[in-house]
C-alpha cells in the first residue's frame, strides 16, 4: 500500500484502489510497504540529476508533506508531480492556486510515439492548458496544447525515448475552475486480456430503445445505436456531443445523415471526430432550414467509437434528427435471435484515478468524492431493475494473492454498500467479489519490470474495482471459478 506523500497527493484528482498490503521492500530504501516506489522519490530523482549522471533521492519535508497531503490538489511544483499510469483516463479539476504537475514514465519501446490526450469539460471556460516538460525543466515542444470549452479532445504527439520520466503541466488560461480528463496512450503497449471501458458513457454503449442525452463534452457523448433515427434539440448557442461505433465490418463505409426540422433558421452543424479530437472529413455538414437532408459519408474501420459534435450556425433553437447508417454484419440477415443487450456492453473500470481509499483498508479516504465518481454508475444501473450487477475488485501484483484477494474483495463490498446506501440502489442487484491479481482476466499494467522490481505507475492501473453486468460472460466465468 502507497503509505507515502506523494501517492495521497493525489487525493483532488482522483479516488485510489490502493494496491494490497505486501511486503516487498528491498528493490529501494525508498518504497512504500507494497514495495512500490513513491511519486515524490520519482520525481525527485529524475530533477536531481547531479552532472555526473548519479541519483539522488530526496526525502526533505517528507513528513511535513504527509501531514499536508490531504490539503493539496495534485502536484503544485515538478518535484511533487503526481506519477500517472500509461492508456488510463484519469478526471481532475483545475484550482485557482496555480497550475498542476502530473508526471509519467515511457515504456520499453525505443522512440515510441505518446499521445496526451485531455478534454475540457466545463462550459462557458477560457481554454485548458498544457505543456510537457522533461525533468531539466526544457519543454519538449513549441506550443501549449490547449483544449476550449467545446468538449473537443485536444491531442499532443510527442516521439519519446524508453524509461524517461516526464512531467505535465496543466493550468486554466483565465483562471477558470475547469474539470477534465487527461490521458497518456502508449500506442506500442501489448494489451492481454479483457477489454474495460474509462468512462460509463463508453461502458454502457448503444441499445436500441433507450434513452439517448447529448453531451456537453465529447467523454460524455450519448451513444448512438446504427439504424436508430434520433430527435434532439439544440439552443441557446451550445453544441451537442453524441456518439456511435463501427461493427465488425471492415473498412466500411457509413453515412451520417441528420435534417434541420426547423424553418426559418441558419444551418444546423454537424463535424465527426476521432478520439483524439481529429476530424474525419475536410468540411463541415451543414443542413439548412429546407428540411432536405444532408448525409457525410466516411469510410471507416471496423469496432471503433467517433464522436458527433452538433450546433446551430446561428445559435438558433433548432430541432433536427440524426442517423449513422452502416453495413449489414455477416449472418445478420434473417437472424430471429434476440438476445437482451448488456447493462455495461464493455465492463467499466473505477480504477486509481477515479476512487481512493485509505492504505491497506476498505475506508474511502473521501466518501463524497467517491459518491461523485459513483453517481453515473448508479444511475445507469437503478434505470434497468431488471439486471443483475457484478463488482470485481482487483489490485496491483504485490503481497500474497491471498492477502489481495480480501482487500480487493472488502474494497468491491464498499462500493456496493455506497451504491446501496447512497443512491437507493437495491442490495439484491448488487454482487461483490475480489480478485485480487493472480485472478484477473482483465488488461493490466505491467507493475514488475523485468528484474521484478514495482512500477508503480503501473501498478496504479491495477487497482480498481469493474462494474459488469452479471449476465455478461466474463462475470459468469468468474462467478464459476
Given at each position: ?6 501517492w ?142 467545446a ?14 520520466t ?22 506500442e503497449e ?44 439544440v ?5 451537442q456531443?453524441?456518439?456511435f461505433t463501427?461493427n ?12 434541420n426540422q ?21 468540411y ?8 432536405k ?79 461523485e ?25 504485490d ?8 482487500l ?23 454482487q ?50
Amino acid at each position: 500500500m502507497k503509505k507515502t506523500a506523494a501517492w495521497i497527493l493525489t487525493l483532488t484528482l482522483v479516488l485510489t484502489l490502493a494496491a494490497c498490503g505486501g511486503k516487498n521492500t528491498s528493490d529501494t530504501s525508498s518504497q512504500g510497504a507494497d514495495g512500490s516506489q513513491s511519486t515524490q522519490d520519482v520525481s525527485s530523482q529524475e530533477s536531481s540529476k547531479p552532472d555526473n549522471g548519479s541519483l539522488t533521492v530526496v526525502n526533505d519535508g517528507l513528513e511535513e508533506m504527509e501531514a499536508q497531503a490531504e490539503m493539496l490538489r495534485g502536484g503544485t511544483n515538478q518535484n511533487d508531480a503526481v506519477l500517472l499510469p500509461l492508456n488510463t483516463r484519469l478526471t481532475g479539476k483545475t484550482t485557482q492556486d496555480g497550475g498542476l504537475w502530473y508526471a509519467f514514465t515511457t515504456g520499453t519501446a525505443e522512440n515510441a510515439t505518446y499521445r496526451i490526450t485531455t478534454v475540457n469539460k466545463t462550459l462557458d471556460t477560457g481554454s485548458l492548458c498544457l505543456r510537457i516538460y522533461d525533468a531539466y525543466g526544457e519543454q519538449t515542444h513549441s506550443y501549449t496544447l490547449k483544449a476550449d470549452q467545446a468538449g473537443r479532445a485536444s491531442t499532443l504527439d510527442l516521439e519519446l525515448p524508453s524509461s524517461t520520466t516526464y512531467y505535465i503541466y496543466i493550468w486554466a488560461e483565465k483562471g477558470d475552475l475547469i474539470s477534465y480528463s487527461l490521458i497518456i496512450r502508449d500506442p506500442e503497449e501489448q494489451k492481454t486480456g479483457y477489454a474495460t471501458a474509462g468512462s460509463v458513457s463508453e461502458s454502457v454503449g448503444a441499445v436500441a430503445g433507450q434513452e439517448i442525452s447529448a453531451g456537453t463534452n465529447q467523454d460524455d457523448g450519448g451513444m448512438i445505436p446504427l439504424e436508430t433515427q434520433l430527435s434532439g434539440k439544440v439552443s441557446n448557442g451550445q453544441g451537442q456531443w453524441y456518439a456511435f461505433t463501427t461493427n465488425s465490418v471492415e473498412n466500411a463505409t457509413y453515412e451520417v445523415t441528420t435534417v434541420n426540422q426547423t424553418p426559418g433558421t441558419g444551418d444546423f452543424c454537424l463535424r465527426v471526430y476521432d478520439m483524439y479530437g481529429e476530424p474525419m472529413h475536410s468540411y463541415t455538414l451543414d443542413a439548412d432550414q429546407s428540411g432536405k437532408a444532408a448525409t457525410q459519408s466516411l469510410k471507416l474501420p471496423p469496432k471503433t467509437t467517433y464522436y458527433i459534435y452538433v450546433w446551430a450556425e446561428k445559435k438558433d433553437t433548432i430541432q433536427y434528427t440524426l442517423k449513422i447508417h452502416g453495413p449489414e454484419e455477416p449472418g445478420a440477415a434473417g437472424s430471429v435471435t434476440v438476445e437482451e443487450p448488456l447493462v455495461f456492453e464493455t465492463p467499466f473500470e473505477l480504477n486509481s484515478t477515479q476512487v481512493m481509499f485509505v492504505a491497506d483498508k476498505a475506508d474511502f479516504l473521501d466518501e463524497a468524492a467517491a459518491k461523485e465518481a459513483l453517481k453515473p454508475v448508479a444511475d445507469v444501473i437503478l434505470a434497468h431493475p431488471d439486471h443483475p450487477i457484478l463488482l470485481a475488485g482487483t489490485t496491483a501484483t504485490d503481497g500474497t494473492q491471498e492477502e489481495c484477494v480480501d482487500l480487493s474483495n472488502r474494497r468491491a463490498a464498499a462500493v456496493k454498500e455506497l451504491l446501496v446506501n447512497a443512491f437507493g440502489v437495491p442490495e439484491s442487484q448488487l454482487q461483490s467479489v475480489g480478485l485480487g491479481y493472480e485472478a484477473d482476466p482483465f488488461v493490466r499494467g505491467q507493475d514488475r519490470d523485468a528484474n521484478g522490481k514495482f512500477v508503480e505507475s503501473e501498478g496504479a492501473k491495477n487497482r480498481r474495482v469493474i462494474v459488469m453486468d452479471a449476465n455478461d460472460p466474463i462475470a459468469q466465468e468468474l462467478l464459476n471459478a
